[in-house]
């Protein structure tokens, strides 16, 4: 008798998870990815098209690719879950399995900081990480802020690695000394969940480098038409270009499933990541 395993999202988990999958289950089992997007980019390549270093299409893989391996794609929303009866639905389509991976990663949430969408570029999407290209080819001098919206977020490395990024180009164009770059965090260190001696040495690295660091500064309101960020702490800043983190939360369609604990987030088995549903599982 075969089986279907059914797995929502197919970003690095995701793909990861179905070609794991494939290799350890009988020819006769469907593995089916189903993602919204035709295609799936590497996320880490999104600091190098910052830069001007890459190209969309150097990271840009179709997802039917996955045919060839033996992993079937649905390309569609998924736009409703049921994990008592192993049920979803793309776009409205209901699908049925014997075993569901939930791997639809974060969904960004600028709009829950007033102003944060109409002020800055967001370094986690395709579209942010092309248009801060774009700004950073036409920067001539002035202030950058790197900002982090919240104090939990997906790649903690990414934001200072972004920091990074920005100093050595400003140097390679003969603009840093003409440019103040400030990183602004809602969380106490770099890398937290890596400890307080990486935090260490990443604050080092980038303080080194001439980059302010200001952690513990949760953002509540930004003006945009004055270009003037407000913080929960009575501090303010100006900026003339603004990059940042947006806020996460689990999909609504993830949430309204009620796989979601008073966190925000799914919780599982740490050594299984089973949910509290049987066979449903979650990565990510």
Known sequence: MSH????????????VAAETLRKLLPAS????????AGQHFF???LLWLMVGERNPEEFSRPLDRLLRRGIEFRQGSVTRIDPAQREVEIDGQPLRADALVIALGAEYAPEATPGLA???????????????RDALARFSGGRIVVLTAAPQYKCPAAPYETALLVDSYLRKRGLREKTEIEFFAAEPRPMFVAGPEMG????????ERGIAY?????????DPANRRI?????????????????????PAVVREAGLTNESGWIPVDRHTLQTKFENVFAIG
């Not at 089992?29 to 919204?36: F, H, M, P, Q």
């Not at 260490?200 to 303080?207: L, T, Y």
């Open 4 to 15: 279907t395993v059914l797995i929502l999202g197919a970003g690095i988990g995701g793909i």
């Open 29 to 36: 089992d469907r593995v089916i990815a189903v993602d919204r």
């Open 43 to 45: 996320p880490p390549s």
């Open 118 to 132: 109409e002020a800055g570029l967001c370094i986690y999407t395709m579209e942010g990480a092309t248009s801060i």
């Open 200 to 207: 260490a040495a990443v604050r080092g690295m980038v303080e």
């Open 214 to 222: 200001h952690p513990e500064h949760q953002v509540k309101e930004i």
């Open 230 to 250: 407000s913080f929960a702490n009575g501090v303010s800043t100006g900026y003339d270009l603004l990059l940042y983190v947006p806020p996460h939360r689990a």
